[in-house]
């Protein structure tokens, strides 16, 4: 079946701009996570939902970001007034539930200039 | 902050030869988990190991989960120019979330 997709693929943003960014999770995977990715590092977490519920947005750097799912499936994470340091590859992962092993999207990828 | 250690950081060998990479914790994880990354993709999972002491093969990589389930290792036997890669280990954490090494940059030239 399908796997995880995000869109877009690629983002260049002015600093200031808002940006969206989006995750459709594989079907049927209730869990559903953000990680970013700076060059040269592996992935940080960012935030977590179950279902359409965030239970865990601990790793979120600032108030500038901000995820939601409101139906379950697909999610969104904004970034308010874009920073050069929030350029980084955005990782979107789902998993069922109980299950550690999570499936990763392609990433997209924000360069702010 | 990787709270997972890496290393080598990177590594560059021949075809054929053989690598191990290491991946080192202070704390103690319910299961580790090792992923392969490719430039512009996503990390793709190639094992989960669950018990201390644990030994997985998949075909020519050996996965070692260490007795008191804070370090792991991944042994290569004959790398072939497919293995090229990131290699990532990652702890799984409450809900699920993975705590993430910084990878080791894997090169095998041909």
């Known amino acids: 079946g399908a796997g995880v997709s995000q869109s877009p693929r690629y983002k260049v943003a002015k600093r200031g701009q808002d940006v969206a960014l989006r995750c459709d999770p594989i079907?049927?995977?209730?869990?559903l996570f953000w990680y970013q990715q700076a060059l040269g590092q592996g992935p940080e977490f960012l935030t977590y939902?179950?279902?359409?519920?965030?239970?865990?947005k601990s790793g979120l750097p600032s108030d500038r970001f901000f995820a939601e799912r409101p139906e379950g499936s697909v999610s969104t994470l904004k970034i308010q007034r874009t920073q050069q340091e929030d350029s980084a590859v955005y990782l979107c992962?789902?998993?069922?539930?109980?299950?550690?092993?999570?499936?990763f999207g392609p990433g997209t990828r924000l360069t702010v200039t | 902050t990787q709270l997972l250690e890496q290393s080598p950081q990177f590594l560059s060998i021949q075809e054929g030869e053989n690598l191990t990479v290491y991946c080192n914790s202070s704390?103690?994880?319910?299961?580790l988990q090792w992923y392969r990354q490719e430039p512009g993709e996503g990390p793709v999972l190639l094992v989960t190991?669950?018990?201390?002491?644990e030994v997985k093969k998949l075909k020519r990589l050996t996965f070692q989960f260490g007795d008191a389930r804070k370090d792991s290792s991944l042994h290569i036997t004959a790398a072939q120019p497919g293995d090229t890669g990131l290699y990532l280990c990652?702890?799984?954490?409450?809900?699920?979330?993975?705590?993430f090494g910084a990878g080791t940059q894997v090169v095998v030239t041909p």
């Open positions: 190991v669950v018990t201390g002491g």
């Open positions: 079907s049927g995977h209730v869990s």
């Open positions: 992962a789902s998993s069922l539930p109980g299950v550690y092993e999570q499936y």
């Open positions: 990652a702890g799984a954490g409450g809900w699920g979330k993975l705590q």
């Open positions: 939902f179950q279902n359409e519920a965030q239970l865990d």
């Open positions: 704390s103690v994880f319910s299961s």
